[in-house]
């Protein structure tokens, strides 16, 4: 099993409709969640943290986080033609030592927002 | 607040010899981490510096390598390239070790 598994892409959805991205991760202990956009030939760009479970809402974006069912998800409501991007999902693994300054990535989900 | 820098951006280098990546992190932030993305293993952590200290290793083999400078500035150097090397190397940093990591532009590494 992969320690993070994102849902399989690619996810092609209209412009203004919601995009839904979704994570699964192995390690029970986890603490720290984040989604990270980039952009083809870009480097990762941090679009959300979350720590605790529930929801956390920046702008159009919101991050669900659910520790029992080791899951997180992103979404993006409003979906414009600049949203297009592949999105990671990534992990900080434990609150130990060995986990430090270490984050694990999903694959990442392609998303395409079309006019 | 200026961002991560990364040099060189574009490295073209052939089997068998070395190189130097070097990191600049954002101003105030003392943990860098090291990230090679490829297109079939994605993203994979390397190892991480803080305080001019290796904290953190990855599962890659001795030819990679790195230190940390007191300005927190890191560099990483991979020696005997293979081609499977060829990838984009990415820094991030972080203000402390387990907080937000924001990358840098990255540097592409080619092996012929």
């Known amino acids: 099993q992969k320690e993070v598994e994102q849902n399989s892409g690619p996810l092609s959805v209209p412009e203004g409709a919601i995009a839904s991205l979704n994570c699964t991760y192995s390690d029970r202990g986890s603490q720290s969640f984040f989604w990270y956009r980039q952009y083809s030939g870009k480097s990762p760009e941090l679009i959300m943290s979350?720590?605790?479970?529930g929801d956390k809402e920046d702008g159009r974006f919101t991050a669900q986080l659910n520790k029992a069912s080791q899951y997180v998800s992103l979404l993006i409501r409003d979906s414009q033609p600049s949203d297009s991007a592949t999105y990671l999902c990534?992990?900080?693994?434990?609150?130990?030592?060995?986990?430090?300054?270490?984050?694990?990535f999903g694959q990442g989900t392609i998303l395409t927002v079309h006019p | 607040k200026a961002g991560v820098t990364q040099t060189p951006r574009y490295l073209i280098k052939t089997r068998g010899q070395q190189v130097t990546l070097s990191c600049s992190p954002i101003s105030g932030h003392r943990s860098v981490s090291w990230y090679q993305q490829t297109p079939g293993q994605g993203l994979q952590f390397l190892f991480e510096y803080f305080s001019e200290t290796q904290r953190n290793k990855g599962n890659f083999p001795g030819r990679f390598s790195g230190r940390q400078f007191s300005n927190s500035r890191s560099e990483m150097n991979v020696s005997t390239l293979e081609l499977g090397d060829s990838a984009l190397y990415l820094c991030?940093?972080?203000?402390?070790?387990?907080?937000?990591?924001?990358f840098g532009p990255g540097t592409r590494l080619t092996v012929l």
């Open positions: 979350i720590y605790s479970n």
């Open positions: 991030a940093s972080s203000f402390v070790r387990d907080n937000e990591q924001f």
């Open positions: 990534a992990v900080n693994p434990n609150a130990g030592g060995t986990s430090y300054g270490k984050l694990t």
